[in-house]
């Protein structure tokens, strides 16, 4: 059974960059038709889908973040990250790992197989 866990720094000031790595274990970065998302979850907000990986390498991204967000990938530690830059209060969020079945990006999360707990990042100075 696939498991995805999320790290990173739980404080960030404005405008610097936000980078959060998610560790798979019980599956493989590359298994085929396999995506990789990161979601946030803003307080009091729904959820957000910012970007997908897919195995083979491809990327998707929320239009309304693309111009701050890179995912990318280590395969020799079976890790995907993502980083935001020029965060601000507003980027405030739960940020989630998800792992689904399909190289199509979602925001269902119910569509997703596997959920990593959750890493909370606060942004302020």
């Known amino acids: 059974q696939v498991q995805v866990q999320e790290s990173g720094p739980g404080l960030v000031k404005p405008s610097q960059t936000l980078s959060l790595t998610c560790t798979v274990s019980?599956?493989?970065?590359?298994?085929?038709?396999?995506?990789w998302s990161w979601i946030r979850q803003p307080p009091g907000k729904g959820l957000e889908w910012m970007a997908l990986m897919t195995y083979d390498g491809s990327t998707w991204y929320n239009p309304s973040l693309k111009s701050r967000t890179a995912i990318s990938r280590d395969t020799s530690k079976n890790q995907f990250s993502l980083q935001l830059t020029s965060v601000t209060p507003d980027d405030t969020a739960t940020y989630y790992c998800?792992?689904?079945?399909?190289?199509?990006?979602?925001?269902?999360?119910?569509?997703?197989?596997?959920w990593g707990q959750g890493t909370q990042v606060i942004v302020s100075s």
């Open positions: 019980g599956d493989s970065v590359t298994t085929t038709n396999r995506g």
């Open positions: 998800a792992a689904r079945l399909s190289m199509w990006p979602s925001g269902v999360d119910s569509e997703y197989d596997s």
